[in-house]
């Protein structure tokens, strides 16, 4: 059971919007604004693709963004594209001994 | 252009150790903490280990803690993972990742395979 939850699996087409939640507590996402956000295509390493709620390294498209409100930091993707399709890890510092939490991961499907 | 090259990865039996090693380059490596993260078959992401840049102070996931230990050799621009007692739940991909100020990761690695059998 992974420390921060996300939901198993989102779906749009081509050219809509969709949103990925991350669920922690005031030990992680809650207390901090270190949460970031990774893309992983099958057989490839992840991705950095939000980092510190809401900041895109440089090379990331602007169709991505992050927020948070309270507990719960969110992935938006805009734009739907085809390579958009993979798996999304939210991750965050926390305050307990394990100092990186990782979200399950959710599964993006562009219909 | 950055790079993070694991290796050491291999099939060990269940108690058995392993030492994985990672090669970095195209950056100035004794400037960053550098970490292990892990990824069991179809599973998500364990962050395991994390080392400072100097490699004076190490970090680790309650479920590797007295089991693997985390070293560097800014020298050498190498980061390892000594991996003693392993259990069928360490079977994983294990990647490098470059660490960045509060625990993102900007670069990663392709990852090295590490399978344990009994």
């Known amino acids: 059971q992974s420390a921060l939850t996300q939901p198993a699996s989102v779906s749009g087409s081509p050219g809509q919007s969709i949103t990925i939640s991350c669920s922690g507590t005031?030990?992680?996402?809650?207390?901090?604004?270190?949460v970031s956000w990774y893309q992983q295509h099958p057989g490839k390493a992840p991705k950095l693709m939000i980092y510190?709620?809401?900041n895109r390294p440089s090379g990331v498209s602007n169709r991505f963004s992050g927020s948070k409100s309270g507990n719960t930091a969110s992935l938006t993707i805009s734009g739907l594209q085809a390579d958009d399709e993979g798996d999304y890890y939210c991750?965050?510092?926390?305050?307990?001994?394990?100092?990186?939490?990782f979200g399950g991961g959710t599964k993006l499907t562009v219909l | 252009e950055v790079q993070l090259v694991e290796s050491g990865g291999g099939l060990v039996k269940t108690g058995g150790s392993l030492r994985l090693s990672c090669a970095a380059s195209?950056?100035?490596?004794?400037?960053?903490?550098m970490n292990w993260v892990r990824q069991a078959p179809g599973k998500g992401l364990e962050w395991v280990s994390s080392?400072?840049?100097?490699?004076?102070?190490?970090y680790y996931a309650d479920s590797v803690k007295g089991r693997f230990t985390i070293s560097r050799d800014n020298a050498k621009n190498s980061l390892y993972l000594q991996m003693n007692s392993l259990r069928g739940e360490d079977a994983a991909v294990y990647y490098c990742?470059?660490?960045?100020?509060?625990?993102?990761?900007?670069?990663w690695g392709q990852g090295t395979l590490v399978t344990v059998s009994s």
């Open positions: 195209g950056f100035t490596f004794s400037g960053y903490s």
């Open positions: 990742a470059r660490q960045r100020d509060w625990y993102y990761f900007d670069y």
């Open positions: 510190e709620v809401s």
């Open positions: 080392t400072t840049s100097s490699g004076s102070y190490t």
């Open positions: 005031s030990s992680d996402v809650g207390d901090y604004n270190y």
């Open positions: 991750s965050s510092y926390t305050s307990r001994t394990t100092l990186v939490v």
